[in-house]
């Protein structure tokens, strides 16, 4: 963390990760500090990058997207011009909700979220395994959800 984040803020983020709806009277009653404050420590923590964006985090099995797959990537070539098209082109797919470049064995992790294995097979057989590059796919497919936290400890 940061050294210019003081109590106050270090609070308020606390409070906006855990309910992004609390308006600045709401926070301002929690932390005992005026609306103003928390307005401009808002708008200053917001215009630093402390604060990327405010979501909504959806229940995925509402919406169809009730199958997550963890799948391991690995590039045939390791080239700085190689390794930046496969990110911006798996960047544009829906299914992927997450791309981490990694260490080890495999060059990604994608997290996929796709409605059911059909779905997912689609998706890896017309999307992912078409981009150039590609040499190998391995996915893990996950069977329950023991935690999923958005909140970073502060």
Do not use: W
């Amino acid at each position: 963390m940061q050294n210019s984040l003081d109590p106050t803020d270090v609070e308020i983020l606390r409070l906006l990760q855990q309910d992004a709806t609390l308006n600045n009277k709401e926070i301002a009653f929690e932390i005992k500090k005026s609306i103003a404050t928390v307005h401009e420590r808002i708008r200053k923590l917001k215009e630093q990058g402390y604060i990327k964006r405010i979501v909504a985090i959806l229940d995925r099995k509402k919406i169809d997207r009730s199958l997550i797959a963890f799948s391991h990537v690995f590039l045939k070539e390791h080239t700085a011009e190689t390794l930046g098209e496969f990110e911006s082109e798996v960047a544009k797919f829906e299914e992927v909700m997450e791309c981490f470049q990694m260490t080890g064995a495999y060059d990604f992790i994608l997290r996929i979220a796709t409605s059911d294995m059909d779905a997912y097979h689609l998706f890896l057989r017309h999307k992912l395994a078409t981009l150039p590059n590609v040499s190998t796919v391995q996915s893990f497919f996950v069977l329950s959800e023991t935690k999923s936290e958005t909140a970073y400890p502060l």
